[in-house]
T-cell receptor
């Protein structure tokens, strides 16, 4: 499978716990994006990487969120001290260049914070 | 004002009809525009992209862009029940993709 993959697909955690998600982009894609999506809304931008550099982070993103892409390949998104409002689908997407032929999304990680 | 605005619908069309989905964007500097289809519980799937004014056709899908009016649309000809989904419009502004909230389409057999 040469598409974008994400793990885990589902995560249930208790409030206050830390969680980490992983994204493996399409191999030749140099840009990697993280989004959050809640019911009835479009994907909301969180952050993006060009190769290993994190170039932009949403102003709405709490400092409890951190992302890395250490070798310019896979990326991780960590949420510390989770809150119930963090419950959402976390989507990863990759693209070749800024827009190229568009972004391609992984299947997402659904987070439920109890 | 949101970067991308879509009518949330729901939009219902009979099987075989043309479905017309519309989107407006706020930043005149936006250069690239995309349509995604999202089935319930699934991630968005790219359908089409358009960069230039005018129409772009791909099979049953036609994307239309009017930069003067800041308007993007998607036409689906010969609509099928399998086209029932939420359609997301996205534009690239600066280094970011901005998505609308999506329009829910139901194709009635």
């Amino acid at each position: 499978d040469t598409g974008v993959s994400q793990n885990p697909r589902h995560k249930i955690t208790k409030r206050g716990q830390n969680v980490t998600f992983r994204c493996d982009p399409i191999s030749e894609h140099n840009r990697l994006y993280w989004y959050r999506q809640t019911l009835g809304q479009g994907p909301e931008f969180l952050t993006y990487f060009q190769n290993e550099a994190q170039l932009e982070k949403s102003r709405l993103l709490s400092d409890r969120f951190s992302a890395e892409r250490p070798k310019g390949s896979f990326s991780t998104l960590e949420i510390q001290r989770t809150e119930q409002g963090d419950s959402a689908m976390y989507l990863c997407a990759s693209s070749l260049g800024l827009a190229g032929l568009g972004q391609f999304f992984g299947p997402g990680t659904r987070l439920t914070v109890l | 004002q949101k970067e991308v605005e879509q009518n949330s619908g729901p939009l219902s069309v009979p099987e075989g009809a043309i479905a017309s989905l519309n989107c407006t964007y706020s930043d005149r500097g936006s250069q690239s525009f995309f349509w995604y289809r999202q089935y319930s519980g699934k991630s968005p799937e790219l359908i089409m992209f358009i960069y230039s004014n005018g129409d772009k056709e791909d099979g049953r899908f036609t994307a239309q862009l009017n930069k003067a009016s800041q308007y993007v649309s998607l036409l689906i000809r010969d609509s099928q029940p399998s086209d029932s989904a939420t359609y997301l419009c996205a534009c690239v502004t600066g280094n970011q993709f901005y998505f609308g909230t999506g329009t829910s389409l139901t194709v009635i057999p």
